[in-house]
Nanobody, 115 residues
Framework: QVQLVESGGGLVQPGGSLRLSCAAS????????MSWHRQAPGKERELVAGITFGGGDTNYADSVKGRFTISRDNAKKTVYLQMNSLKPEDTAVYYC????????WGQGTQVTVSS
């Protein structure tokens, strides 16, 4: 069955970095648009970044442009989110999703930015 497993979350100080990973299985990864989303307490889930199936095109929320980078390794069936210059407002549960219509979701990984 389809599985998306996120990892790499944790507690980090403001200004720090984290790299999230999402390992996929159960579908043809190289044919799917992939994306990262996040949901902070009391807020709606929002799109953070997306990447096309070939990796040639990416898009980002304005709030993370210049700080976050999405990438993928189709051979490893993994999508990554490199997060630099983290801010307290980046605190959220981060989810990866597969498909241009967000057909599949992972269980999420907590990212907490705090001193």
């Amino acid at each position: 069955q389809v599985q998306l497993v996120e990892s790499g979350g944790g507690l980090v100080q403001p200004g720090g970095s984290l790299r999230l990973s999402c390992a996929a299985s159960g579908f043809t990864f190289s044919n799917r648009h992939m994306s990262w989303h996040r949901q902070a307490p009391g807020k709606e889930r929002e799109l953070v970044a997306g990447i096309t199936f070939g990796g040639g095109d990416t898009n980002y929320a304005d709030s993370v442009k210049g700080r976050f980078t999405i990438s993928r390794d189709n051979a490893k069936k993994t999508v990554y989110l490199q997060m630099n210059s983290l801010k307290p407002e980046d605190t959220a549960v981060y989810y990866c999703s597969a498909g241009a219509r967000y057909d599949y979701w992972g269980q999420g990984t907590q990212v907490t930015v705090s001193s």
